[in-house]
């Protein structure tokens, strides 16, 4: 038997309000379900009561096309007068997918029959034309990434909530190779007041004045070392800390110059507790000593004594060692020692030249002088460790009141030759 589903022209009410469900779209989902009624009649139009397997498929097209885009098979049981009522997406689930586009038609077999014709469009509800916009809309929560593009663009330009967690809002192109950025104006004019650039290179532009006045409002221009600053020819009028140099630099007639703050002083007035912390000291002279008792020299180089001075930063340390050294001399040999400063344990550096030497012909006794080593060396921030060594040439000597002073000094004013 062949049978027909009947609509508007025998009064009957075919629901397609479509309430789609998308997957961590909204807080709370929408069921997705779409409901269909209908009356099913014979050729003769006779309503059909019972219970009749139906196939409900929804397609891209009216009349042939591709396979349909959704499809499941249900039991409907019609009334004395042919009215049945089902919830299409009850055995298969209505993907968002489907939906995709504005266009889409149903499609019924009945028993076997064969798809009816024509087959039936999905239309909108009044209200349900406000969902292609969400002007007005209030409150709520929204999951997932969101995607705007602007009139005329295909690209993404702004995508919130993007698939790195670590990422809340990415900002796009709106063309390839283009160069995003964000307006700020005081008013609805087409123009505006400042804007952030990305430029080719990665680099943020600001354009309009940046106002970071109070004490809670800091810009931070931090470059672990002096080679990591960019070209100051570009960059002119840019400002810079070092922090290897622990010194801020801006870049003025191509070239990099430090801000010098040479005269600056403590007096305690402007320290809690009249106690300095560490930013207050950065630069600053400092000095360390050891003193120590005596021994006696052996053949080859060998440390008499050592002292360690922590640098805030690069700079130079001025080593002054003095000493008492005694000779137990013997007439007819040689006697001689040296001492020296250096920064390498058990090594002379080579322009170290304080000697203590008697000659051959001086008279058996104890001779006794004192040597005072001293030079410049250039340190980098950190633990820096001095030595005094000594070296005996010739002969049995002893030396005592050793003392090891390390100044540090900020800068070079002049030459130093190392």
Not at 369 to 387: H, I, M, R, W
Request: glycine fraction near 10%; charged fraction near 15%; proline fraction near 5%.
């Amino acid at each position: 038997m062949k049978h027909t589903v009947r609509f508007a022209s025998y009064g009957v009410l075919v629901s397609t309000v479509i309430l789609v469900a998308t997957t961590g779209v909204v807080q709370a989902a929408v069921p997705s379900l779409l409901n269909y009624q209908g009356i099913l009649k014979d050729d003769l139009g006779d309503p059909q009561t019972g219970t009749f397997s139906v196939t409900f498929r929804i397609y891209p097209t009216p009349v042939g096309g591709p396979v349909p885009l959704w499809e499941e098979t249900q039991n409907v049981t019609s009334d004395a007068l042919g009215l049945f009522n089902v919830l299409l997406g009850t055995s298969v689930a209505l993907d968002e997918s489907i939906f995709s586009a504005s266009d889409r038609w149903l499609g019924i077999d009945v028993e076997g029959d064969g798809e009816m014709i024509p087959r039936i469009q999905f239309v909108t509800v009044a209200y349900a034309h406000r969902v292609a916009t969400v002007a007005d809309a209030t409150g709520g929560r929204i999951d997932g990434e969101i995607a705007i593009h602007g009139a005329g663009f295909t690209d993404d330009q702004i995508v919130l909530g993007v698939s790195d967690p670590n990422v809340a809002l990415e900002l796009r192109s709106g063309a390839s190779g283009g160069q995003p950025f964000i307006d700020f104006a005081n008013d609805n004019a087409s123009d505006f007041d400042a804007r952030i650039q990305l430029e080719s290179d990665g680099l943020l532009k600001i354009t309009g004045e940046l106002d970071v006045s109070g004490m809670e409002n800091k810009i931070r221009f931090h470059y672990d070392a002096f080679g990591d600053l960019p070209s100051p020819s570009t960059y002119h009028g840019m400002f810079a800390h070092v922090h290897a140099d622990a010194k801020a630099y801006y870049a003025h007639a191509a070239q990099w110059v430090p801000l010098a703050n040479e005269d600056h002083t403590h007096d305690g007035s402007d320290v809690v507790d009249e106690s300095l912390t560490k930013d207050d000291i950065v630069d600053e002279p400092g000095a360390a000593q050891i003193i120590s008792g005596g021994l006696g020299l052996a053949a080859g180089v060998q440390d008499i004594t050592s002292r360690v001075i922590t640098c805030p930063a690069a700079g130079y340390v001025l080593a002054l060692a003095s000493c008492r050294v005694a000779f137990g001399h013997v007439n007819g040999t040689t006697s001689q020692t040296r001492v020296g400063v250096s920064n390498i344990s058990a090594t002379f550096p080579g322009d170290q030249d304080k000697e203590f030497r008697i000659p051959s012909s001086a008279p058996t006794d104890t001779w006794v002088s004192s040597l005072s080593p001293q030079k410049v060396f250039s340190v980098s921030a950190g633990a820096n460790t001095f030595y005094v060594v000594g070296n005996l040439l010739s002969g049995n000597a002893t030396v005592s009141e050793v003392t090891l002073s390390l100044v540090y000094l900020p800068s070079a004013h002049g030459t130093v030759t190392e």
